[in-house]
């Protein structure tokens, strides 16, 4: 009898932490690793690391976008150098604001992040702080064939396989421009606006660098879909 007991115990516990695991699943899927990403998900304990697997899986990251209002156009790979070229290349077709320079090439995992920064983060501060949605993003390049720093030896940039950009201010409904040579750092709404869409992206981005980094990024934020959890 004892024995049985124990038993119906047991079964007891297992589908009670059977339906909490199912549960967390179906609830809070941007916290689990394991569960698909979707670029519609709140952003999570886990959303850094799904962007990041995506890399080297461009199939996977274009059916992203074949399920949201985001769009990109696949963009041919190539290669230019051993060291330089474009991987899992998209161009970004319809995000929640435009761009400018209005053509943004570059690595489909950063596009997801991209979207994911904009849906989440950076129209909803917008509209709180600002009062207004954020109409154009300015920025200052993906791609380039180069090291760190544009130094002669040492480790490549990111921007050499375009798998970072760089953001340098935003453009509201209203007519508004921010900044971040301007403003960060100001006692002011737009000030306090940069602050929270930097922090806050650190959930989503693996590297977040601004002007806190170095002199090197005092006008713009350096973003990548990869890294390993840097953000100053």
């Known amino acids: 009898?004892?024995?049985?007991?124990?038993?119906?115990?047991?079964?007891?516990?297992?589908?009670?932490?059977?339906?909490?695991?199912?549960?967390?699943?179906?609830?809070?899927?941007?916290?689990?690793?394991?569960?698909?990403?979707?670029?519609?998900?709140?952003?999570?304990?886990?959303?850094?690391?799904?962007?990041?697997?995506?890399?080297?899986?461009?199939?996977?990251?274009?059916?992203?976008?074949?399920?949201?209002?985001?769009?990109?156009?696949?963009?041919?790979?190539?290669?230019?150098?051993?060291?330089?070229?474009?991987?899992?290349?998209?161009?970004?077709?319809?995000?929640?604001?435009?761009?400018?320079?209005?053509?943004?090439?570059?690595?489909?995992?950063?596009a997801a992040a991209l979207g994911i920064w904009e849906q989440d983060v950076v129209q909803p501060a917008a509209r709180r702080v600002l009062g207004s949605e954020v109409a154009s993003i300015r920025q200052l390049g993906t791609y380039s064939c180069r090291r760190l720093y544009g130094r002669e030896s040492g480790n490549w940039s990111q921007h050499a396989t375009a798998q970072a950009i760089d953001i340098a201010g935003f453009t509201l409904a209203d007519g508004r421009s921010i900044s971040l040579a301007g403003d960060w750092g100001a006692d002011s709404d737009a000030g306090a606006f940069l602050l929270e869409i930097r922090n806050r992206g650190c959930g989503v981005f693996g590297t977040m660098l601004g002007p806190e980094y170095n002199a090197a990024h005092r006008d713009h934020f350096h973003l990548q879909a990869n890294g390993y959890g840097t953000c100053r």
Do not use: N
């Open 1 to 110: 009898m004892r024995m049985l007991v124990t038993l119906a115990v047991l079964a007891l516990v297992a589908y009670g932490g059977w339906r909490a695991f199912d549960y967390a699943e179906e609830t809070y899927p941007q916290h689990l690793p394991w569960t698909p990403l979707s670029l519609d998900d709140p952003i999570g304990h886990a959303t850094s690391l799904k962007v990041a697997a995506l890399s080297g899986d461009k199939p996977a990251c274009l059916a992203l976008f074949e399920t949201s209002d985001l769009a990109v156009t696949p963009f041919e790979d190539r290669m230019e150098t051993e060291q330089c070229g474009y991987v899992d290349a998209v161009t970004l077709d319809r995000m929640t604001a435009g761009y400018s320079p209005s053509t943004v090439r570059l690595s489909c995992p950063l």
